[in-house]
């Protein structure tokens, strides 16, 4: 019988019960041991769906607390010297906490850690730091606890662990160089391989059969050093006594797949969804006693699977490796929402085109059964409904709008050019007459309770359009005096009216949909909540003009017309599959070019286009990047390109690697580019080195993803390293993302201290 397995399981609960247990924790109002419990809970649950889906095995060290790097970081004993942790304690759950968010309940706060995104996914993890001579050791019981529990329980458990060699290629240090590829990293696996060992062989203790051990770096372009340290790395671990599935995903191995030839594990999972044509490639390079794990469910989309062609695709490879095929989704599941069952107002039509995460496990245990026995008539039911869902989406009016089709025809003769940035920075200097290094926001404020309730009310009916209005205006001019007051020189509304920086657009766009309980976990307690883009995209109406005129109706001061960009859009809504992303992304660019001289016309002067996931849609491989550069830098400037040349454009990036595509970033000519630094300690400043940025920046001095308060000095030296590199003339002062999450109180304090550090700036 062919096996069916998951490579982990979306670890939130349908109703964010993780997340609300997480806050309630770090607020002080709940304890440790109910917090403890919310996680027993959620995984006891989680385990259950994906046995009765049919599974033969569960995952089970998929679950954490804030990211599962981090997780696994801290099981390592690779916890920074700035947290206090003794050398033969355990970590305990604070100090993870700490490491994320530089604050907890217990233990003094500190730096907390980089904290970027997990390949191309909006999933952040904790980079590691590391040391050279770095020593580890079992210093976390969590992952043996959750297999007694699973086991307990009656499952039978695949743990799943980070490859040490992505441990090591994700980490960073002051020692070794700046890119992921830095082959002096590989000196740790000395003091690292034998903990993986120890590990391995407790789990073997605990009577496992089969762990999975995820190497996703295959899917990257890996220097050779890399790729010899899996023979090694490998014969090293199978001491452990237990068969290793070494798990791939996100994309193709290409050359990467003659690294598994011979290589001493006992099975290999890929991707064949993202790379179905690997599929000849991975079989040649496994021996006849190899399990292959097949990929054929999307794990990071939510569209229903088409069974036929997976089937096609796995049936000749079926016949001849037996029980040695295993059956699987691309990735792990955590990319996608819980369950389709919680959404009672999708209308039927669309909802009979999705698949969430439990039902994918459905589709997987279908396509086992029909792979089994391929006459049996409840799967031939089963897979004629799956067809014919299929078929209704592809033949739907809903998709197609000939009017966004025939603007997206004619947008080639639209020029996205503006006047050299010399020439453009002349003029708004003079339109704005803003000082040296001028201070300004990312965008939002705290969102409160109050903000939540009205904005609730509303759109169930029972606050007025009226009254809700004046509360979202009240709430604006609240926060256009207090900027006032701090004296910061570009303010924005706050964006009190907005859910979320993605979902708010697509609610007023045309070709969206909407979930009640479709969230996806972005980092820690973030959840995020991915619009579904289902049809050709239109903007029917303004979107932020009437928010952004009131707001600075009530200033003197510019205050920036806030929007989302193309490609962030993109990336973090759930994208049609049936036609090129870059058409869905040149749909969203002429929809928000008519926001941007709608904004213009009302008399925003400077206009800021988010794009945080610029970075993120890059492909894996490095052949594949300029193709995508191309055409995302040609769809911000489509967007971009309508206004006069005094209009100030601002972008914003945040939480990702920028400095090997800093000419593209450079290509986008934004006036001005605010961007993440502050956890990296201006990381990217390096990037500077070799090329000569144009245009102005903020590199990010406050790091808005911690409770602390940053100290005034600290801004000061990071500015003051910034212009060691650039022009001072050409650098802003700002936070490194939205203060949406944070709370008044750290906000003013923080903003007080950014805009006296500016000050101090101007006059040393």
Known sequence: MTVTHSLGFPRIGVQRELKRAQEAYWAGNQSLQDLEATGRELRARHWSVQAKSGLQFVPVGDFAWYDHILEWSTLLGAVPARFG??????????????????????????????????????????VPELVPGQSYRIARSYLFDQIREAQALGHRVKPVIPGPLTWLWLGKGDAFGQGAGDSAKLALLDNLLPVYTEVLRNIKALGVEWVQIDEPILALDLPLAWQQAFRRVYEALSEGGVQLLLATYFDDLKENAAVLKGLPVAGVHVDLVRAPQ??????????????????????????????????????????????????????????????????????????????????????????????????????????????????????????????????????????????????RIARQHEKLGLPAYPTTTIGSFPQTSEIRVARRDWKNGALSDT?????????????????????????????????????????????????QNGWVQSYGSRCVKPPIIFGDVARPT???????????SLTDKPVKGMLTGPVTILQWSFVRDDQPRETTCRQ????????????????????????????????????????????????????????????????????????????????????????????????????????????DIGPGVYDIHSPNVPKLEWMVELMKKAATRLPPERLWVNPDCGLKTRGWPETEAALLAMVKAAQTLRYT
Request: glycine share 6%; proline share 3%.
């Open 278 to 423: 690997q599929l000849e490639r991975i079989v040649a390079v496994l021996d006849d006693k190899q399990v292959l794990s097949a990929g054929l469910i999307d794990g990071r989309n939510i569209w229903r699977t088409d069974l036929d062609k997976a089937d096609a695709l796995i049936r000749p490879i079926a016949q001849k490796r037996g029980d040695r095929l295993w059956l699987a989704p691309s990735c792990s599941l955590l990319h996608v929402p819980v369950d389709l069952e919680a959404e009672h107002e999708l209308d039927a039509e669309l909802r009979s085109w999705l698949s969430f995460a439990t039902q994918k496990l459905g589709e997987l245990n279908l396509l086992a059964g029909s792979l089994a026995d391929a006459a049996d008539p409840a799967a031939q039911q089963a897979l004629q409904q799956q067809r014919e869902a299929l078929l209704a989406r592809k033949n739907s009016s809903r998709i197609h709008n000939r009017s966004v089709q025939q603007q997206l025809e004619a947008s080639a003769a639209i020029t996205r050019d503006r006047a050299p940035f010399k020439q």
């Open 85 to 126: 942790q003794a050398g033969d304690e355990p970590v305990g759950l604070d100090t993870l906490f700490r490491m994320a968010r530089g604050r907890a309940p217990t233990g003094s706060p500190a730096a907390a850690c980089e904290m970027t995104k997990w390949f191309d996914t909006n999933y952040h993890y904790i």
């Open 588 to 695: 969203l660019a002429l929809a928000l070019r008519d926001e941007v001289t709608d904004l213009e016309a009302a008399g925003i002067t400077v206009i800021q286009i988010d794009e945080p996931a610029f970075r993120e849609g890059l492909p894996l491989r490095r052949a594949d990047w300029q193709a995508y550069l191309d055409w995302a830098v040609d769809c911000f400037r489509l967007s971009t390109g309508g206004v006069r040349d005094d209009t100030q454009i601002h972008t914003h990036m945040c939480y990702s690697e920028f400095n090997d595509i800093i000419e593209s970033i450079a290509a986008m000519d934004a006036d001005v580019i605010t961007i993440e630094t502050s956890r990296s300690n201006m990381e990217l400043l390096g990037a500077f080195e070799d090329f000569d940025y144009p245009n």
């Open 542 to 552: 303004a979107m932020t003009v009437a928010w952004s005129s009131y707001a600075q």
């Open 467 to 515: 009254a809700y209005e004046k509360a979202m205006q009240a709430e604006i001019e609240h926060v256009i005096r207090f900027q006032e007051k701090v004296g910061l020189d570009v303010l924005v509304h706050g964006e009190p009216e907005r859910n979320d920086m993605v979902e708010y657009f697509g609610e007023l766009l045309g070709g969206f949909a909407f979930t």
